[in-house]
Structure formats: structure tokens, C-alpha cells
């Protein structure tokens, strides 16, 4: 595997793969590597001829300095992690000012009120962030395929979007949620967690599942009812929200309509620790 450590290694890279032809396959990250990120270089080497990830912590989608200070980083471990995987072929280490050459700022998006609903409301400027870094990414490692989790299903749609009005010549692939055996979404934040609040949270994957259920029967309020009774109920654990919208709008909805697609959509801090999931509900 090489490890690509500036702008100008890389771009020399992609170049020699480009002349042979080769397609290539896509995952950013920020780091924290698990098996979730895993999941999508093993989706990746199965559709492209080259796989490559990137690490870099982006400093402008983090709201607070105390987040991004907080944000663990493990370059060494992460690296080893990939290498002993034998899925990719290369990883990109961007220096912020391969990312930002002038001034470390976002641009600005517009993706059609995506950036308005659920994680904007508490995050402003958040996908702003997220868009500036995806977009540069995608430009200088050219892939034809790039591969995200759907555990964050609103920075997906957002990267869509993005992609959408930006008229990339690059296909954005969704890869299902990888969970721990007691069904927990894995995240680079389950670090923090103590091995019995891991155990505990499982009631968040319990509950979706539960959802996905009571979605075919009863009133989306009483959902919330209910919703609201399971967590009042849990120490440790404080609802921020909980949520049903529509697939393609991320509006949330009061009823439901025949011929749309929902998704529930959960956030549960558990002592201190803000976990995120969701889940397709027929």
C-alpha cells in the first residue's frame, strides 16, 4: 500500500493510474478507522480496478475548537489497520494546506434545503465543511466511484447533491450501516464509550427495529410517544432527537404518504458520547 503524503505525490499517483486506464474507487475519511470504514473499501475493491482513502481531520465541519481537539487521531494505527486489510491500494494524508492553499474556510452550498433539516439545525455551516473538503477531495484523486455509509444519511444525500450540481463525473455509492453484534452502528466516537455503555446503547438499534414495525400500524406521534417513553426510562442515555422524514427531502413528516420512501432517524447521547443511526422503514 503507499502512503501518499502531500498533494503533489498523490496527483503523481493518480496520474500513472489514469494512463493505465485503471478505475478507481473512493472512500475519504477523517480517521478512527473501524471495521464500518472497512465495510466500504470491501465494496469498493469489488466494483474498481484501484482503491484509495484519504485521512485528514477537516477542521471547517467542526462547530466548536474543543470538538476538533477532541477528535482522535491515530495516524500510525490507522494505517496499519489498512495495510493489514489488504483492500486498499493507497492512502492519501493531505497537510491542511493541500486542502485549503489560501485560507482555512468553506465555501458555501446550496443543496436544496438538505443542509436546513436534522443536523443543520444544530450545525450551521457544518455541510458547508463537509461539501468544501468532499469537493476537493473528489477533484484531486479523480475517482469514478466513491463510497459512503449510510450511517451518516444526511452527509450522503448532502455529498449527492453536491456532486448533482456540481456536475462531477463521479458515482456516489451508499454502503448499508455496519453494526456490532448487539447492533450498535459502529462509529469513530464508540471509542469513547465504556465496554457497558457499549452494551447499553444496543437499545438504540432495538428500538429502529421496533420502529420499522410500529411504522406499519400506527400514527407516526404515537411512534414519537412511544419513542419518548423508552428513553425517559434510561440512565445515562438523554434523547436529543428522534424523527421520521421523507428519503429524498430529509423533511420530517407528520403522516405518511403511499408511494414515499422514510427513513427514521435517532440521536442518543450516552454519557457525553453523541451517538447517530437510522433506519429504512417500508
Do not use: C
Not at 4 to 27: S, V, W, Y
Amino acid at each position: 500500500m503507499e502512503v501518499l503524503k502531500n498533494k503533489k505525490t498523490l496527483q503523481d499517483f493518480i496520474e500513472r493510474q489514469k494512463e493505465m486506464g485503471k478505475k478507481i474507487g473512493f472512500a475519504p475519511t477523517m480517521g478512527a478507522l473501524h471495521n464500518g470504514h472497512l465495510s466500504l473499501y470491501e465494496a469498493a475493491r469489488k466494483e474498481n480496478d484501484l482503491v484509495i482513502s484519504s485521512i485528514f481531520v477537516n477542521p471547517t465541519q467542526f462547530n466548536n475548537a474543543e470538538d476538533l481537539e477532541k477528535y482522535p487521531r491515530d495516524t500510525d494505527r490507522d494505517i496499519s489497520i489498512l495495510e493489514n486489510s489488504g483492500l486498499v491500494d493507497a492512502v492519501y494524508l493531505p497537510q491542511v494546506e493541500d486542502i485549503y492553499p489560501e485560507k482555512t474556510e468553506s465555501q458555501h452550498y446550496d443543496y436544496d434545503g438538505l443542509e436546513n433539516e436534522m443536523e443543520g439545525k444544530s450545525r450551521p455551516g457544518h455541510f458547508d465543511g463537509v461539501g468544501t473538503v468532499v469537493e476537493e477531495l473528489f477533484r484531486q484523486v479523480k475517482p469514478n466511484n466513491a463510497y459512503f455509509g449510510e450511517k451518516d444519511f444526511q452527509q450522503l444525500a448532502i455529498i449527492r447533491k453536491m456532486v448533482e450540481k456540481k456536475q462531477l463525473p463521479i458515482k456516489i455509492i451508499g454502503v448499508s450501516i455496519y453494526r456490532a453484534e448487539n447492533g450498535l452502528a459502529l462509529s469513530s466516537r464508540n471509542q469513547r464509550l465504556a465496554e457497558e455503555r457499549k452494551g447499553d446503547a444496543k437499545i438504540i438499534f432495538e428500538t429502529l427495529i421496533k420502529v420499522k414495525e410500529w411504522f406499519k400500524n400506527i400514527s407516526v406521534s404515537e411512534i414519537k410517544e412511544k419513542i419518548n417513553e423508552i428513553f425517559s426510562n434510561q440512565e445515562n442515555m438523554d434523547l436529543e432527537y428522534f424523527l421520521i422524514a421523507d428519503e429524498d427531502t430529509l423533511k420530517e413528516i407528520n403522516h405518511k404518504e403511499n408511494g414515499n420512501s422514510y427513513r427514521a432517524f435517532i440521536v442518543v447521547n450516552v454519557d457525553g458520547v453523541r451517538l447517530i443511526d437510522n433506519m429504512h422503514l417500508d
